[in-house]
């Protein structure tokens, strides 16, 4: 049995274990957890016995229904927040069919509890998230020691190359172990983003026998349909797979819709902004609502804050920064002082580092959990800034990279975030900016509420291990 079959079968297992055990969970808070806090039909509990021949019914359902719906498919490099909400989805449509079963069964005048079927759904929530939770850093953990890691090698070299290579590496619990780079033209045994190149696109057939690759991702760029087909051709009889990665970086920041003429399968890259008209009203109502319920309830956490920064170092606790925002008009931005009150005077604006000195104690504990920026949630309140959307930039900044990024401007058409896409896949610090704008234009060109959820849960979670905030 492979790994991927063993893998798909313990979380069979798991499922089912928490499908039963939120049925004697629920069984239990029902009736035996206080019961006369809520009256009981016919006066007396339940045999349990009647639950317990339910369970396997219930189990094979919710089973059947994660299995029907990709529950179960090998997706690597998949967030856990999409697992989170797939499962979520499969779980309410298991739960549809189990509550139509209910209704419809009712052996000898008896009748399930709907107030124990909440309570499974509820439970079962927590349970199979819990257990694919653990399950998801147990793999990780593995993978990251190269334990089932795909041995992937690079062919061809380019920005989307590049960035690619970086993501492997930064998220090593993807599950892919980049061996080497194949490109046209550099120097064998050059390292580009830390990898080595082991020749040319000619010796593919060599490295990949050599090197035992498993996973071969083609980047060359302005390749003829001919060429590329010819190089899989010759790794016939390896088990290797290919994956295409498009030779075009705009590709990456449009949707691809398909469609098609007369039977001909078309793709349909979509350009332009996609956060317009009642969209953008519906995000600015989200954002109020948010940053109104984060300001309500963090405001003891804000305190003790501000103290903490007060008796920390001489200066201000809150200072504002000027920002460029919507439309390219400048904002006072607000932070806790994280910093020395001269922090930049030798040297100007510029960027923070990883062993930045201008840090005070505090300051480097409140930029490490990002919790200097708590105060931009009054910024997002009066329509500066938004929960969710691109890093919002100094003026000195944006001028030098507007004049050799195309589309960069592109930014400035939504609100700055609290968060984006971008910081949450970690690029943050002094990653590059080319990078950071791939995904900044993604998300304006893909956004959505749901979207905004998916972002602001990533970032919840990883607030305690990101590894480029400093």
């Known amino acids: 049995m492979t790994p991927r079959n063993s893998l798909v079968w313990v979380r069979i297992f798991t499922d089912a274990a928490a499908a039963a055990a939120g049925i ?51 997706r690597r490099g998949v967030q856990f927040v999409d ?39 509820l439970i079962t929530v927590v349970l199979l998230t819990a257990t694919r939770y653990l399950l998801r850093r147990l793999q990780a953990a593995r ?3 190269g334990i089932g890691a795909d041995r992937a ?23 892919y172990r980049p061996v080497g780079i194949l490109a046209d033209g550099i120097l064998e045994g050059t390292e580009l983003a830390g990898i080595k190149v082991l020749g040319t696109s000619s010796d593919l057939a060599r490295v990949v026998r ?11 760029t302005d390749v003829s349909q ?33 469609d098609q003429l007369d039977g001909i399968p078309l793709l349909q890259f979509r350009r332009g902004l996609d ?32 103290l903490l920064v007060k008796l920390g170092s001489p200066g201000p606790v809150i200072y504002g920064q000027e920002r460029v925002g919507l439309d390219g008009k400048t904002f006072r931005m607000h932070k806790f002082r994280s910093m020395r009150i001269d922090a930049e005077a030798p040297s100007g604006p510029v960027w923070a580092s990883r062993q930045d000195p201008r840090r005070t104690p505090v300051g480097r504990f409140l930029r490490r959990l990002s919790w200097d920026e708590l105060p931009q949630l009054w910024d ?12 919002a930039e100094r003026p000195k900044f944006v001028k030098e990279f507007a004049t050799h990024l195309p589309r960069y401007t592109d930014r400035h058409r939504v609100r700055p975030g609290m968060t984006g896409w971008a910081q949450a896949n970690d690029l943050r610090g002094q990653t590059p900016v080319e990078e950071r704008l791939i995904y900044d234009l993604y998300y304006i060109e893909n956004w959505s509420l749901v979207f905004d959820l998916k972002i602001l849960l990533i970032t919840l979670f990883r607030v305690w291990s990101h590894k480029n905030a400093y």
Request: a positive charge; proline letters at 4%.
């Open 143 to 145: 993978r990251a020691r």
């Open 275 to 306: 956060i317009d008209g009642w969209k953008r009203v519906l995000k600015r109502g989200s954002d109020v609502l948010v940053a109104g319920l984060g300001l309500l309830l963090l405001s003891p956490l804000l305190g003790l804050i501000a």
């Open 380 to 391: 997002v309140l009066v329509g500066h800034m938004s929960m969710v959307g691109p890093r």
């Open 153 to 175: 090698l690079v062919v061809g070299w380019g920005a989307a190359a590049d960035l690619l290579v970086q993501r492997m590496r930064m998220f090593p619990d993807y599950g």
């Open 83 to 121: 697992e989170f909400l797939s499962n979520l989805r499969a779980l309410l449509v298991a739960s549809v069919v189990i509550l139509a079963g209910m209704g419809l069964y009712r052996p000898s005048r008896f009748e399930y509890s709907r107030l124990v079927f909440v309570y499974w759904v």
């Open 24 to 74: 004697a969970l629920a069984y239990w808070l029902r009736y035996k957890v206080n019961p006369g806090q809520l009256p009981i039909t016919g006066g007396e509990i339940p045999d349990s016995a009647r639950y317990v021949q339910a369970a396997p019914v219930v189990v094979l359902v919710l089973l059947g229904v994660f299995w029907a719906m990709g529950a179960y498919r090998h």
């Open 210 to 220: 050599n090197r035992r690759v498993n996973t071969v991702f083609m980047a060359l």
């Open 226 to 258: 001919e060429r590329l087909l010819h190089l899989m051709e010759a790794c016939d009889g390896v088990a290797v797979e290919f994956r295409i990665v498009p030779s075009m970086l705009e590709i990456m920041t449009t949707g691809v819709t398909a």
